[in-house]
């Protein structure tokens, strides 16, 4: 019933690209349920639109869809879906890409179809007819990115809120690698928050299956998340050869949770540069700058080990949190005791905000960005 409907639709819009509007018409016509549905989203549909931030592959904006998403159909009238009207979304704009290319319609696809429950929902594609550039609409996070929420609600958070984010989170990277790709771009910037434990992992610009790896002569991404095999393959004079892989995706899973644990971004105090790149090469991890119950940072430091091996699976993270979920509640486990402790010590230190206050260095930064073109690993060894 519901392909039947799309089919009699497609002659009733298009995007004015052929790729696109071919991409659309498939997800459509192989939809099982309403939430495999993607639409072309007429932008003036998009009303409100503000400005959110920028990163270094896109910029994204908050707008309220006044059709809304398809989540049923009328059967009793055939002509008519049932939508959730007024729906605040969320826009994101990929630079420069008024000519679209596969990159495009390959990070709609790896989201929509391989990032499962824990990743944001897309509903559609517009293009903003001031820049031409294509945008891709999404569900909205109420909280916002994992790192604003950190630093807005961090002493809110109980122990019980920072397991569920880590669950949710590594969930979503189990399904990740499970339909054999690499996130290569994970850090606190590109997971947001519907609710305090409810977490969703985007942008998946760089997801790519790990056997297409091995040719990639560029490192992208947030210096203090790259794990230090990936930043010591910029290591060979002038011809890099970066192989990314699912243990270099724990590892930033690990920086991940020492931010939720601390709550500071990692190395907020100190220059990402060149200096920082060699030390995280020769063992140097993040600040523990609060207590952490020790199975938590055992857990934590099993994904930071320099041996990508002897880090974790995905699979592996996703069976201890569950377990752990479990074991912060139940007086008569370990974790329970630990985190009682924590928080016995931490409740005699009043406190009177919930935001966190720091001060992020001039050269520090969080935005992805090409990092084989900004650090010399050969040079700072000199």
Known sequence: MIVGKFNKEFHNWTSGNKEIDEFIQQTQLTANKFSDIIEWVPFNKLTKIKYLAKGGFGTVFKAIWTDGYIYGYDSTNINKWIRNSQTNVCLKSLH????????FLEEVENQHYHGGDSAIAIYGITKNPQDSDYMIVMQYAEQGSLRKLLDSKYYDLT????IDNLYYIANGLYTIHEAGLVH???HSGNIVNESFCSSFITDFGLCKP?????NSIELFGVLPYVAPEILKMLDASGKNEIKYT???DIYSFGIIMTEIFNGYPPYYDIPHDNDLALKICMGQRPETKHEIPQLLLDLMNNCLDDRPENRPSAKELVEKLKQYRNDVSNEKTELYRQVKAIENLSNSNEKFSSRLIYK???????????LSKSLNLQKGKQ
């Open 96 to 103: 420069n890409s008024k000519d679209i290319n596969k990159d």
């Open 210 to 214: 790990v056997s297409q790896d091995s």
């Open 360 to 370: 992020i260095h001039e050269k520090a930064n969080y935005t992805s960005s090409c």
């Open 159 to 162: 122990w019980i809120s920072k």
């Open 184 to 186: 290569k771009d994970f």
């Open 246 to 248: 699912q243990p270099s």
